[in-house]
């Protein structure tokens, strides 16, 4: 059974940095592409960045510049990197590979 458990959320000010984990067991991992997505109240969920197997990247066009997502395959680890974070990133972000989703961790930026 696959598990991805995402930690690192918070409140941070407007401007301010975080870094999201998610670690995954039951898979593979090396050879997944994996996700982060979000969700804010009201919205519908929508992707945020991607990861391939070779490390190929893909971000959504409101977080180009700002966020990177990167993996550590001895860790089965995904990151996310989160710089000049804006009010509008405010949401539940998830964890995703394969049909398979983590439980969320919350990022409010707020002053």
């Known amino acids: 059974q696959v598990q991805l458990v995402e930690s690192g959320g918070g409140l941070v000010q407007p401007g301010g940095s975080l870094r999201l984990s998610c670690a995954a067991s039951g898979t593979l991992f090396r050879s997944d592409t994996m996700a982060w997505y979000r969700q804010a109240p009201g919205k519908q969920r929508e992707l945020v960045a991607s990861i391939t197997s070779s490390s190929n990247t893909n971000y959504a066009d409101s977080v180009k510049g700002r966020f990177t997502i990167s993996r550590d395959n001895a860790k089965n680890t995904v990151y996310l990197q989160m710089n000049s974070l804006k009010p509008e990133d405010t949401a539940v972000y998830y964890c995703?590979?394969?049909?398979?989703w983590g439980r969320g961790t919350q990022v409010t930026v707020s002053s």
């Open positions: 995703q590979t394969w049909g398979f």
